[in-house]
């Protein structure tokens, strides 16, 4: 039997040893005590990091959810200082409560993801944007904020990347090639990371091409994300 509870739209579902956030739109978040990666695009976020020449040092989610993406980076970047910025007060205390989220693995801010960019100085290695709200009209900052690209820009590191969540399936109704043609001006090398299960892939700016070429092969072997350079000269 499925249990759960409800907050506005949003929904948290104990299916088996499986907890979920969902809503009509589809899922937010999962946990799972038996797998920390999920075939979605969750790993996509928390495996581009691993593109950069270096290992993230200091890492920004915008959008936390239960927490999917931060168990993720916390296993793959264990030395990372992370902050995890989410609006919704009832997103984290269910992520507190539900999907076993522990206080040290992140340092988290109730605010408005673009307000918080905007109000801080810090830098970041990597800014994993997987903002989305329970509404079929809603547009990412990316798109419906031409000041938002200018601030990532300035947020993020020399050697860092900003990788956003975005809807890809079917073809025709993919953002990939739309968010690569808006940061293009900022980020010469652009990637995209689409995952095996899910309607959502990556896309990851940065300013230099890192270890793209060397990691293209892990990735899809081992996490069955294929990986794809996008030529700026062709958008």
């Given at each position: 039997?499925?249990?759960?509870?409800?907050?506005?739209?949003?929904?948290?579902?104990?299916?088996?040893?499986?907890?979920?956030?969902?809503?009509?739109?589809?899922?937010?978040?999962?946990?799972?005590?038996r797998q920390l990666?999920?075939?979605?695009?969750?790993?996509?976020?928390?495996?581009?990091?691993?593109?950069?020449?270096?290992?993230?040092?200091?890492?920004?989610?915008?959008?936390?959810?239960?927490?999917?993406?931060?168990?993720?980076?916390?296993?793959?970047?264990?030395?990372?200082?992370?902050?995890?910025?989410?609006?919704?007060?009832?997103?984290?205390?269910?992520?507190?409560?539900?999907?076993?989220?522990?206080?040290?693995?992140?340092?988290?801010?109730?605010?408005?993801?673009?307000?918080?960019?905007?109000?801080?100085?810090?830098?970041?290695?990597?800014?994993?944007?997987?903002v989305w709200v329970?509404?079929?009209?809603?547009?990412?900052?990316?798109?419906?904020?031409?000041?938002?690209?200018?601030?990532?820009?300035?947020?993020?590191?020399?050697?860092?990347?900003?990788?956003?969540?975005?809807?890809?399936?079917?073809?025709?109704?993919?953002?990939?090639?739309?968010?690569?043609?808006?940061?293009?001006?900022?980020?010469?090398?652009?990637?995209?990371?689409?995952?095996?299960?899910?309607?959502?892939?990556?896309?990851?700016?940065?300013?230099?091409?890192?270890r793209a070429k060397?990691?293209?092969?892990?990735?899809?072997?081992?996490?069955?994300?294929?990986?794809?350079?996008?030529?700026?000269?062709?958008?």
């Open positions: 039997m499925k249990n759960s509870r409800f907050h506005q739209r949003l929904e948290v579902q104990f299916r088996g040893q499986t907890t979920l956030l969902s809503s009509s739109l589809g899922t937010f978040s999962v946990y799972d005590p990666f999920t075939g979605f695009s969750w790993d996509a976020l928390s495996l581009s990091g691993t593109l950069l020449s270096v290992p993230p040092r200091r890492i920004l989610l915008l959008g936390m959810g239960g927490g999917t993406v931060i168990r993720q980076c916390r296993h793959l970047y264990p030395d990372a200082r992370i902050d995890a910025v989410e609006i919704d007060p009832f997103v984290i205390r269910s992520a507190r409560a539900h999907f076993h989220l522990p206080r040290s693995a992140v340092r988290v801010f109730e605010a408005d993801a673009a307000k918080f960019l905007r109000r801080s100085s810090s830098s970041y290695d990597m800014i994993l944007d997987d329970d509404d079929p009209g809603f547009v990412k900052f990316l798109f419906a904020d031409d000041g938002y690209r200018d601030v990532v820009h300035r947020r993020v590191s020399a050697r860092g990347l900003y990788a956003a969540n975005l809807w890809c399936h079917p073809p025709a109704r993919s953002e990939v090639r739309r968010a690569a043609r808006c940061l293009r001006q900022h980020f010469p090398v652009l990637v995209a990371l689409r995952p095996s299960l899910g309607p959502t892939g990556v896309l990851a700016a940065m300013r230099d091409g890192g060397a990691s293209r092969r892990v990735l899809l072997d081992r996490y069955a994300i294929r990986v794809q350079t996008i030529p700026v000269s062709l958008l």
